[in-house]
Structures are given as structure tokens and as C-alpha cells.
């Protein structure tokens, strides 16, 4: 990264009639490279990333928390158990959050970080994905599990999707779901249906990607859908309510 990278504004919107604005608060610190999670309708969560120290780029291992009654955000005590950049989040709402994979000095990462949301507690949570995931996204089917595209791993993009089942903390792979060998992707999920895997980077083809990607939660298959997005693009950070998915 470069230190002339990343931004601390947090922007706010409404589903109920679609207004974007910038709220009063910010992020403790400049990051890019962070990631998300939600316990929906009482905070949102924003961990690890990249930040500034002079003139050179840090990986962090911070989380920031936004209270949704009153828009405001503080730096919590609790951090990730390792620094970490371009993980993925996902959350079984009213219980945990949970930190994927993502980028580490030199390498990637497999390690799955828990955010119990009672006391906001921070740890490893002892279970790891089925292989390194870099640039990769998360889903849940809050209550029952996460989905997680594996992303960038050692042997470059993959197709491959992890499973974590809330209940017991467990996680399988569900093998090669997707399309192509990609990472890069968004995706969003609705409880008790299903979810999406959208857009990326198709390592084979050295290319962007336009394609949505249907995950069934009900017996975990995945396919192609139409339409497509109106341009082929990756790396962004997705938002869905009952209603629809942006990103």
C-alpha cells in the first residue's frame, strides 16, 4: 500500500428511502484495507486494515465499533489476534462476529478471529479455513452459518467456498462452487435463502468479471444467475438489507 491511501469518514445508508450521507464520526485512524461486519440494528464493526506511520503503511490489528442508535464510533480495547489486512467479516447477528482469513506480512492468512457481541471479547477462534484466503468475501445466513470464497491462495485464485456452521464453530469446504479461478469478490446474504458472490478477478483470464453468482443456502449449491452487472468490477464492500444488495 501507500501511505496516500485510505480514508477515516464512515458514510451512512438509509434503506428505507436510499439517502447516502457522511455521518459526524470517524474511524479511530486513516486505513484502507479494512473490513466489516454488522450485529443489525445495534452496532457495526470495522477491523484490521492498513494504516500510516510517516511515511510508510502498517498493518493493524484494531477494531472499530458504530453504535447505530446515536451514529457514534469509538476504538475498542479489544484487537484481532494478529495484524491483518483485506480479511472478510460475517456475522450470526445477536451472537459473534467473525474475521476471515486475509493478508499478513509476506504470505495470507487462515486464521478465523471471534467478536462476541455481549462484551465485544476478541479472540482466535480456534477453527481455521480449509486453506490461505486472501481478497476474498463473506456471507451469512445469520443464525445458521457464513459462506466464504477462498479467494487469492497459494496457488493463485480459486473457486473454492468455506462453510462455518455457527452452531459447534465448525467449518468445511464445500469445493470448488464457483465459476472461475477469481478472488477480489463481493457478496451479500438473505437469512434463511440465500446469498450472492458478485463480480472479482478471473485469475486465468488476468481480467475483471461481471458475473453474479447465486449460493442456495438450502443444500449450499451455487450458480450463475442474469443479469449480470452493468460493468465487470471487484474489491468492493457490500451492504444488503431485506431487500437488496448494494456495492
Known sequence: ????????????????????????????????????????????????????????????????????????????????????YYATGAANSGTAGYWLGGSITGTGTSRIDKTTFSDDTTADSGEDLSGIAQYMSAMANSGTAAYCSLGLTTGGGSKAVNKLVFSGEVVSNLGNLLDVNGYGTTSAGQKGSHGYFVGGYDSDAAARIDTIEKLEFTGDTCEAVTPTLPSATGFQMPAACDIGMVS
Open 1 to 84: 500500500g501507500t501511505p496516500n491511501w485510505g480514508k477515516k469518514y464512515i458514510g451512512k445508508l438509509t434503506f428505507v428511502d436510499e439517502a447516502y450521507g457522511v455521518i459526524a464520526a470517524e474511524l479511530s485512524e486513516i486505513t484502507w484495507g479494512d473490513t466489516g461486519l454488522a450485529n443489525s440494528g445495534t452496532a457495526g464493526y470495522w477491523a484490521g486494515g492498513q494504516g500510516r506511520s510517516g511515511g510508510s503503511s502498517v498493518l493493524l490489528n484494531i477494531i472499530n465499533k458504530l453504535d447505530v442508535d446515536d451514529d457514534s464510533c469509538d476504538l475498542l480495547s479489544e484487537t484481532l489476534s494478529q495484524n491483518v
